[in-house]
């Protein structure tokens, strides 16, 4: 079992920047693949990223290629979204999921969430 917290949302202008950190309870972090996930008004949740086990593989939805990156610190137990020229279509509740499930990128293979953090991007 794992229990995930995220942090670091809020307001930011176009082309800005902000970086979200997911951290997690419990001794057996390492074991799980983490994926970031956002759900913007009136939508369907969706993929943005998702990371390995330990940190050496990581995949992205092509709208957010080149602009955030995903990493990861089993030693501190926290994932990290880094996000950079950022865009107002980008606006949405961003969640990190963890699963033992590897591989995938849709949400029913994500098997713990955390409780969302909003990201704003307007001027």
Known sequence: QVQLVESGGGLVQPGGSLTLSCTASGRTFRTYAVGWFRQAPGKVREFVARINTNGKVQYYTDSVKGRFTISRDN???????????????????????????????????????????QVTVSS
Do not use: F, H, R
């Open 75 to 117: 030693a501190e137990n926290t994932v990290y979204l880094q996000m950079n020229s950022l865009k107002p279509e980008d606006t949405a509740v961003y969640y990190c999921a963890g699963t033992t499930i590897y591989g995938y990128s849709s949400t029913d293979k994500y098997q713990y969430w955390g409780q969302g953090t």
